[in-house]
């Protein structure tokens, strides 16, 4: 039901889980533990896979907390449960035990932070888009004004699209050396003219390694090659599916 990183069980104070797609009550192309409230999904199976989600994390289901994803580079500051509206932003820091900072994917980067010296904790939604602005920077430099260390932050990415599934256009290719240029060496040519293979966790491993956190690890787990395991947005693009279910990354601070 769930994967956990060694490097971050090994901390103490904190609890995490990198949940795949089984153990839910959601049937068809959700199936089965489909955690995404923006899917097309039964409202009432996503409400019971988020709260066997939430008891495995020891957290009460309105503190499994998520926010309104939109590919941005804004990480905001968590105090407990949200009003009726989410803020939209793709990355979220808390210092308060007992909540737990839940990360929606199915084909981009969910980043898992902790530093237990100091009690902070972060999660954060990297497709290309984010990471290309600085949704990783920000989500450091958010736990630092909560008093982290970027020294001790340990961070892991957990399952995303590998660079053997993730074909882009030349107009992608363009677009990123515009805005990380230097960064060419990301991409790989495809069999398909005038087209790329784009290494997603290798740029997000790249730039938390500049940002200079202590630890970082990608767990190697490719979203749209492991269907048994995984949702993947890619995936059901190419089988005209009419919509797909989501992934749910989540870490917590115990009381």
Not at 79 to 101: I, N, Q, S, Y
Not at 115 to 120: A, L, M, N, Q, S
Not at 241 to 248: A, C, K, V
Request: proline share 7%; hydrophobic share 40%; with cysteine.
């Amino acid at each position: 039901m769930f994967i956990q990183a060694p490097s971050l069980s090994a901390l103490p104070n904190i609890r995490h889980a990198f949940f795949t797609r089984q153990g839910g009550v959601s049937e068809g192309i959700y199936a089965s533990l489909n955690g995404g409230i923006g899917s097309s999904d039964e409202p009432d199976r996503v409400r019971e896979n988020r709260r066997r989600m939430a008891d495995t994390l020891n957290v009460t289901p309105d503190t499994l907390i998520s926010v309104y994803q939109v590919h941005s580079p804004d990480a905001v500051l968590v105090e407990g449960p949200w009003g009726p509206e989410r803020p939209k932003a793709d990355a979220m820091v808390t210092k308060v035990p007992g909540l737990a900072l839940a990360i929606t994917t199915a084909d981009c980067g969910p980043v898992l932070f902790a530093d237990t010296e100091g009690g902070v904790i972060g999660a954060a939604h990297a497709g290309w888009r984010g990471a290309v602005t600085g949704v990783l920077e920000s989500t450091i430099e958010a736990m630092e004004r909560l008093g982290a260390e970027r020294s001790r932050i340990v961070a892991v990415l957990g399952p995303t699209i590998s660079q053997e599934a993730y074909e882009v256009g030349p107009e992608f290719v363009r677009r990123f050396a515009e805005e990380a240029p230097g960064h060419e060496h990301f991409f790989r040519p495809s069999e398909k003219p005038d087209h790329a293979m784009f290494n997603l966790p290798g740029f997000i491993g790249a730039r938390l390694n500049a940002a200079g956190i202590g630890d970082f690890t990608d767990l190697g787990l490719c979203t749209y090659s492991d269907e048994e395991r995984f949702f993947s947005y890619r995936r059901t693009t190419h089988r005209s599916e009419p919509d797909y279910g989501r992934l749910i990354s989540a870490i917590t601070l115990t009381p």
